[in-house]
C-alpha cells in the first residue's frame, strides 16, 4: 500500500510551539562546550580485491592536521576490515558527548552508491550513521554530526564544454540519515567519479583542507562546503569536472568561530525568473485525494511572486501534461532571468512523484534541466522543491541529554534512499527525510510548506537562501503531530545542495 499523507480532518491538529527569530537572524549551534568534540577518519589504501588507492595517505595527514586545528580529537585508523570499523563506530556512538560541541566522521575509501568499502567487505553508509541516531546516541542529540564521503561512486565523468559546465553523468540514488542535526558531504555527486591530480591527492580533500585552513574560523559551514563545491567544479582533468554534493538536515547555523563570504550568484538579471507550481489534489484514485494542498499552492503563488518570479500553477495534471510543460520551461529562454524554481505537491514515494494518472522518477524531471538539455541555466541556481509523501514511518519525539540548552529533538530513525542530480547549481528541498510522513492539515496545508512560506515572508529577501532553509528545517522539526494514529510524531525536512555561491532573493532595484 502507497503511503499516503495524513489527511483525515480529525487527524492533524497542530500542537505548535512559537519561536521568536531575530530578524535576518537564525539560531547557531552552541559550539561552546569543554570539548570541540571527536573526529574519526577511516584511511583505506589497501584492499582484499581492490586495486590500491595511491596518495589517500596525504589526504589523511591534512585532514588530521585541519580538524585538530579546529580543535578536535582526531583518531586516524587504517586498512581496517569492515569488523572492526563498526567496532571503532560502535564505540564512538557509546561515548559520552554531553560536553562536546558536535562529531565527525570521514572516511577515504572506494565505493558505491549508499556503501562503502573498508579493507574486506563492504558497509551500508546507513548502517553507520544510525548508530548516530538519537535513540542510540543521546548524548549527540541537537548537536551536528558531520559525515564526510571521499569515495569513487560510479563509472562516469563530468564532460565540460565552452562557457557552461555540462552535467552528463547519471544520477543515481545516495543514502543519507533521516533526522535532525546531520550534515552528510560527498566528494562526488552520485553516479561520477572523484578525481585524482598527478600526485594522487583527491580534488575534493585538498580543496576542503584548504578552504577550512582559510575560513574554518570565520565562515559558517555549509557555506564553507558551498565554496568547495565551487572550487572542485573548477578543478579540470582531462577536460573532465568533479561536482560534489551536501545534504544538510541542520536546523541551526554551524559555526567553528565567526563572515568571510563565499561568492554570490548574480541576481541582478531583468527577471527572477520562472516558477512553476504542480498541485495535485486529485488523482484517478479517488482515495488518494490531498484535501488542503491548495492551501500551500495559493501561499506559495503569493510569496514567489512577491520575490518577483512569474509563476504559473497546473492543478491535477496527468503525467504526459506535466513532462510536456517541463520540456517547454527547460526549452524556453532564460538567459535574462536570475534563477528557475519547481515545485510538487503530491503524493510519492522515493525517488518518484505522483501527477494525477501516474508517477514520476524525479531524476526524469530534474534532467530536462541539466546542462546541456537547458543551456541558458547553465550556472545558475536551479530550485526544486517536493512537498509528498516520502514513505511510511514517523519520527518519534526524544528529550537530549540533562545540561544541553536544546530542546526536546528527535530521534533519527530508519534511512532510505533519494534521487538527487549530478550537476552544479542544483539544489533539491524535500519536506520530509526518506522513509517518512510529511503533514498535512486539511484546512491549513502542509506543515513544511506553510513553515517554508512563513519564513520566506519573514526573511525572503534579506537571508541566504540554505539559511532559510536551515530554519525551515528547525521549525518543522518543533512541531508535533497529534491524531488518532500518531501522537506526539516528528517530521524531518532536509535539503540537498550542489549550489556554488550563495543565494540571495534581494529585493530588485526598480
Known amino acids: 500500500m502507497m503511503a499516503e499523507d495524513s489527511d483525515d480532518d480529525e487527524v492533524v491538529e497542530e500542537t505548535a510551539n512559537i519561536y521568536t527569530i ?9 559550539m561552546n562546550h569543554t570539548r570541540r568534540g571527536k573526529a574519526l577518519i577511516f584511511n583505506h589504501e589497501t584492499f582484499v580485491k581492490s586495486k590500491d588507492r595511491y596518495g589517500t595517505n596525504e589526504d589523511r595527514d591534512n585532514l588530521i592536521t585541519r580538524f585538530q586545528a579546529l580543535g578536535f580529537e582526531v583518531n586516524s585508523y587504517n586498512d581496517r576490515r569492515k569488523k572492526e570499523v563498526l567496532e571503532e563506530i560502535s564505540k564512538a556512538a557509546s561515548d559520552n558527548h554531553a560536553d562536546a560541541d558536535c562529531f565527525a566522521c570521514i572516511f ?42 571521499l569515495t569513487i561512486t560510479g563509472s562516469e565523468s563530468e564532460n565540460a564544454a565552452t562557457g557552461m559546465r555540462v552535467e552528463d553523468s547519471d544520477a543515481k540514488s545516495y543514502t543519507i540519515p533521516a533526522g535532525a542535526d546531520f550534515l552528510v558531504c560527498y566528494s562526488v555527486a552520485p553516479g561520477s567519479h572523484s578525481s585524482q591530480d598527478v600526485e594522487c591527492r583527491s580534488f575534493y580533500i585538498q580543496k576542503l583542507c584548504e578552504t577550512l585552513k582559510e575560513h574554518a574560523t570565520t565562515m559558517e559551514f555549509t557555506k564553507l562546503l558551498t565554496l568547495v563545491n565551487q572550487k572542485v567544479s573548477q578543478c579540470n582533468i582531462n577536460m573532465k569536472n568533479e561536482m560534489p554534493c551536501f545534504t544538510s538536515m541542520l536546523t541551526k547555523t554551524l559555526y567553528f568561530s565567526k563572515t568571510s563570504p563565499p561568492m554570490e550568484y548574480q541576481m541582478n538579471h531583468d527577471r527572477r525568473g520562472l516558477a512553476l507550481i504542480f498541485n495535485h489534489e486529485d488523482f484517478a484514485n479517488p482515495d488518494k485525494k490531498r484535501r488542503g494542498t491548495n492551501k500551500d499552492r495559493d501561499i506559495l503563488r503569493d510569496r514567489f511572486q512577491e520575490l518577483g518570479f512569474e509563476v504559473q500553477s497546473y492543478n491535477d495534471r496527468k503525467v504526459a501534461v506535466v513532462q510536456e510543460k517541463l520540456r517547454e520551461a527547460a526549452a524556453a529562454n532564460h538567459k535574462d532571468a536570475d534563477c528557475f524554481v519547481c515545485i510538487f505537491l503530491s503524493h510519492g514515494k522515493e525517488g518518484k512523484i505522483e501527477a494525477f494518472d501516474n508517477q514520476i522518477e524525479i531524476k526524469e524531471i530534474t534532467d530536462v534541466f541539466r546542462g546541456d538539455e537547458c543551456k541558458s541555466l547553465v550556472g545558475k541556481p536551479k530550485i526544486f522543491i517536493f512537498q ?61 510548506i506553510q513553515d517554508l512560506c512563513e519564513t520566506l515572508k519573514q526573511h525572503g529577501p534579506t537571508m541566504e537562501f540554505t539559511e532559510i532553509l536551515t530554519l525551515v528545517n528547525m521549525k518543522v522539526s518543533r512541531r508535533n503531530a497529534d491524531g488518532n494514529n500518531f501522537k506526539n510524531k516528528k517530521q524531518m525536512p532536509c535539503f540537498t545542495s550542489m549550489l556554488t555561491k550563495k543565494l540571495y532573493f534581494r529585493s530588485k532595484k526598480q
Open 388 to 448: 509528498a509523501c516520502a514513505g511510511e514511518k514517523h519520527e518519534n519525539a526524544v528529550t537530549g541529554m540533562a545540561g544541553d540548552s536544546d530542546d526536546d529533538e528527535v530521534v533519527e530513525e530508519a534511512a532510505n534512499i533519494y534521487t538527487i542530480p549530478a550537476g552544479s547549481d542544483f539544489i533539491m528541498c524535500y519536506s520530509v527525510a526518506p522513509g517518512f510522513f510529511s503533514y498535512r492539515d486539511p484546512n491549513s496545508g502542509t506543515f513544511y
Open 108 to 149: 577515504l575509501t572506494r565505493g558505491d552508491e549508499g556503501e562503502i568499502k573498508a579493507y574486506d567487505d563492504q558497509i551500508e553508509i546507513k548502517k553507520i550513521t544510525d548508530y548516530f541516531r538519537g535513540d542510540k546516541c543521546r548524548s549527540l542529540v541537537g548537536k551536528p554530526k558531520i559525515f564526510i564521503f
Open 22 to 30: 531575530p530578524a535576518g537572524r537564525l539560531e547557531e549551534y552552541m
